[in-house]
């Protein structure tokens, strides 16, 4: 990264990422829609947060973090984003503005606003629209909630958001949709997932893979231990010893 003043210092990506989740900073012209799912301690979130505070100090953008619920926003995606400034090499305090009400982190060199919204409140949502800034990201954090009352229902929702921001936008723009998969292969939230990821006939026969849609599924696995600890290594080891099904 580029640096400037105190605000920033250099840091390599290798130092903050997986392998696995570098397609997240590569440049994807005919991707429209990212599925990023892990268990636990996949650092999805951690990199998708970082992906978003790196867009926004990049460029002069718009970078928007939801999810199903506004009560849910500060503890999450609002408190992930704030670490991701820092493992960025980037202090906050003098490279942006944070505020609470409304829920937004303003860039100040470039004029960049990372927003954090909730679906429930529709009209904040669409405030958020204006000839001001372009919209180039939006991520959708745990969307297995949108799936509580069925899948047409998480599936109409899921596609209303994007609709909303896509309209009129012809600049760079990409969906990002992050969770947890449950153990159920067939909950709603992953016939959605095979629904985007494949192209269908009339029958619902799957043709091939939907080159607009890119899914990454990462585990602790995939993460250096010396990030996770050998303790948590560990106990999830145990944990596949015992119950391999929960595992």
Same mark, same amino acid.
């Given at each position: ?118 679906? #429930?409140? *529709?009209?904040?949502?669409? /405030? ?8 180039? !990201?939006?991520? %959708? &954090? @745990? ?78 696995? #995939?993460? *250096?231990?010396?990030?996770? /600890? ?8 145990? !944990?596949?010893? %015992? &119950? @391999?099904?929960?595992?």
């Amino acid at each position: 990264m580029e640096q400037r003043g105190d605000t920033m210092k250099q840091v390599n990506l290798s130092d903050i990422i997986i392998p696995k989740l570098y397609p997240l900073f590569q440049d994807m012209p005919d991707v429209e829609d990212v599925i990023v799912t892990s268990g636990r301690a996949g650092t999805k979130s951690s990199a998708l947060a970082i992906r978003g505070d790196y867009g926004a100090l990049s460029q002069e953008t718009a970078i928007v973090f939801m999810r199903k619920n506004h009560n849910k926003l500060k503890n999450t995606v609002f408190a992930e984003s704030k670490r991701g400034f820092s493992r960025l090499g980037v202090r906050l305090d003098k490279a942006g503005r944070t505020t609470v009400s409304p829920m937004q982190i303003k860039i100040k060199h470039n004029g960049s606003v990372i927003f954090f919204t909730g679906s #429930d409140n *529709p009209d904040d949502t669409k /405030g958020m629209i204006d000839e001001t800034h372009s919209i180039s !990201m939006v991520m %959708v &954090d @745990e969307i297995t909630e949108f799936f509580k009352m069925g899948y047409d229902r998480g599936k109409e929702e899921l596609e209303q958001i994007k609709s909303t921001f896509i309209r009129g936008n012809d600049d760079d723009f990409k969906m990002y949709y992050a969770f947890n998969p449950p153990k159920n292969p067939n909950a709603p939230v992953m016939k959605w997932v095979n629904e985007k990821k494949f192209l269908h006939d009339e029958d619902g026969n799957v043709l091939g893979l939907n080159h607009k849609v890119l899914h990454i599924h990462v585990t602790y696995l #995939d993460v *250096p231990v010396e990030w996770l /600890g050998r303790r948590l290594v560990a106990s999830a080891e145990e !944990m596949k010893r %015992v &119950d @391999e099904e929960y595992y």
